[in-house]
Structures are given as structure tokens and as C-alpha cells.
């Protein structure tokens, strides 16, 4: 059976907008945390993946950040928002990180931070699919999607085509 995505597997528009207001405001006396769950919302990487950012896999030449690809995908570079890529930075000044992982956190306490954070009842990984759906709904390219990803195949990558088509395609039709 094939994974099917649904509205509680991703924040809604509303949703991702709260927690973005959250992430601003505690952005300065919680910095490290603020971007850890941005680094979510920014990349699509999962949880995992973002534990493993060393702080050499950030390219200030180019504002991007390289991803390791676990579970079979691939590695990728990101490219990241000029804003956020300035709070990255303001994160690395202050926290005097200069080598090593960006963030020196347990698995466990990741999801505690995304407990303290999230705007509703859904898990973390809600961030990759949300990352998913918007780069599709504002490209349309599904091989784009894939790469951001690292999908190895393409099949993984077609439930967020199949998901944006399908609601709209009844939206259409219904109303």
C-alpha cells in the first residue's frame, strides 16, 4: 500500500503561519531552538538529518546548507532564504559555534523543542511534508521536489503531486 498524505500530516497555511510568529518571537532569547525548527520548515530535512549539520556543511557564499541523505536518499544542498540565513548567522556569532555540529542535540530533545513550539497536534516530521506540498504548489516540479528531498525515486516523490492535485481538482469541482 502506498503512503498517502493528508491534512494532519502537514501545517496547514494557518498553522505554519503561527508557528513562524512563535519562532520570532522567542527568536532572540531561544536562538538555537528557533532555528533548529526552522531548519525544519526551510529544507524539508528530517529530524535526523538536521542533527547531523555540521557547521562546514554551511556555505556562506552561496547561503545554503548540504544535507546528508539518510534511509537511501541522497545528499543535497539547500539554498536558504536570505532572512533566515542571517539569523543562521546571528546563531553561529553568538553561540561562538565554529566547528563541529551546528547542533549538539540529543534526538529525545528535539522532539522536546518541537513539543514546546508546535502549533497543533502534529508530529515533526509534519515539516518535511509541509516544506514538500509548498515547494510543489509553487513550482509545479515534481523532479524539483525530488531533489529537495533526496528522493532516490520519483514514486516517493508523486504522493505530494497526487495530494495538491487531487484537493484542487475537487475544489473545482465541487464548489
Known amino acids: 500500500m502506498r503512503y ?8 496547514l497555511d494557518p498553522e505554519s503561519q503561527a508557528l513562524e ?8 532569547q531561544d536562538t ?4 533548529l525548527l526552522w531548519m525544519g520548515l526551510k529544507t524539508g530535512a528530517r529530524a535526523q538529518e538536521i542533527l547531523n549539520i555540521k557547521v562546514g556543511d554551511l556555505s556562506s557564499y552561496d ?6 541523505g539518510l534511509k537511501g536518499s541522497n545528499d543535497r544542498e ?10 543562521l548567522e546571528f ?6 559555534i565554529t566547528q563541529g555540529p551546528l547542533f549538539d542535540i540529543s534526538y529525545q530533545r528535539l522532539y522536546q523543542i518541537w513539543d ?33 528531498l ?5 514514486n516517493n516523490t508523486m504522493i505530494y503531486a497526487d495530494y495538491v492535485y487531487s484537493k484542487e481538482e475537487l475544489r473545482k469541482l465541487i464548489l
Do not use: M, W
Open 116 to 148: 514546546l513550539y508546535r502549533p497543533c497536534k502534529k508530529n515533526f516530521h509534519s515539516l518535511r511534508h509541509t516544506f514538500a506540498i509548498n515547494l510543489y504548489k509553487k513550482t509545479r516540479d515534481l523532479r524539483l521536489v525530488q531533489v529537495a
Open 91 to 96: 546563531f553561529l556569532r553568538t553561540s561562538k
Open 78 to 87: 539547500i539554498p536558504l532564504q536570505k532572512e533566515f540565513y542571517r539569523k
Open 4 to 11: 498517502s498524505l493528508n491534512k494532519n500530516k502537514y501545517l
Open 21 to 28: 510568529i512563535l519562532l520570532s518571537r522567542y527568536f532572540e
Open 150 to 154: 533526496g528522493h532516490r525515486n520519483i
Open 32 to 35: 538555537r531552538n528557533c532555528i
Open 63 to 68: 547561503q545554503t546548507v548540504f544535507i546528508r
